[in-house]
């Protein structure tokens, strides 16, 4: 409610309001993952799992990113956004059973163990910081041009994960111990 209330006082408004990040607006992309666990699960060694996931999840991404194939899509309800839930789909797939060196990392790991927090802070941190981001992106702008923005991402990563390291340790972590503490007593 709050954060509601803090986006209709805003002016002028912004881009995106907080459905845009709401679960139910990105709710194919969760049904893409858990498509991708089941399905690979099932596979087994062979031309599917060593050459066409891969490659399809490499070309499918590549057009995405590359050239203007999906324009005609960008309208409506964005079905261009199933496209990339497809090739996603098929990244997570592929990764889940071949992990590339950077894919299996510790970084990574570590990331994904508060995932969760970091894609629950993430847009609440950027809204609240955007005055910031933006004022850092026209300072930087003048001196090392585009790449600010890898300047001013890197930052706001760092702040994302200080803050999803908090939330994971004080509230994921006992979250999961008192549910493990819970089950254990409830057990059949």
């Given at each position: 409610?709050?954060?509601?209330?803090?986006?209709?006082?805003?002016d002028?408004k912004?881009?995106?309001?907080?459905?845009?990040?709401?679960?139910?607006?990105?709710?194919y992309?969760?049904a893409?993952?858990?498509?991708?666990?089941?399905?690979?699960?099932?596979?087994?060694?062979?031309?599917?799992?060593?050459?066409?996931i891969?490659?399809g999840?490499?070309?499918?991404?590549?057009?995405?990113?590359?050239?203007?194939?999906?324009?005609?899509?960008?309208?409506?309800?964005?079905?261009?956004?199933?496209?990339?839930?497809?090739?996603?789909?098929?990244?997570?797939?592929?990764?889940?059973?071949?992990?590339?060196?950077?894919?299996?990392?510790?970084?990574?790991?570590?990331?994904?163990?508060?995932?969760?927090?970091?894609?629950?802070?993430?847009?609440?941190?950027?809204?609240?910081?955007?005055?910031?981001?933006?004022?850092?992106?026209?300072?930087?702008?003048?001196?090392?041009?585009?790449?600010?923005?890898f300047?001013?991402a890197?930052?706001?990563?760092?702040i994302?994960?200080?803050?999803?390291?908090?939330?994971?340790?004080f509230?994921?972590?006992?979250?999961?111990?008192?549910?493990?503490?819970?089950?254990?007593?409830?057990?059949?």
């Amino acid at each position: 409610y709050q954060l509601n209330a803090e986006y209709l006082r805003t002016d002028p408004k912004p881009r995106w309001d907080w459905s845009y990040f709401s679960f139910i607006s990105n709710l194919y992309f969760f049904a893409a993952g858990i498509f991708a666990y089941r399905f690979g699960k099932e596979l087994k060694e062979g031309i599917i799992l060593n050459v066409a996931i891969p490659w399809g999840a490499c070309i499918v991404l590549a057009l995405l990113l590359f050239t203007e194939l999906d324009k005609g899509l960008r309208k409506g309800g964005r079905p261009d956004l199933l496209i990339w839930a497809v090739g996603f789909t098929a990244l997570c797939i592929w990764q889940s059973l071949r992990p590339c060196v950077w894919i299996g990392s510790k970084v990574l790991e570590y990331v994904g163990e508060r995932s969760y927090s970091v894609y629950l802070l993430h847009p609440v941190i950027v809204f609240f910081f955007k005055k910031w981001i933006v004022g850092g992106y026209a300072s930087l702008l003048p001196y090392i041009g585009k790449y600010a923005y890898f300047i001013c991402a890197f930052l706001v990563l760092m702040i994302v994960l200080a803050v999803s390291e908090l939330t994971y340790r004080f509230i994921e972590v006992p979250g999961i111990k008192l549910g493990r503490r819970y089950i254990s007593k409830h057990a059949v």
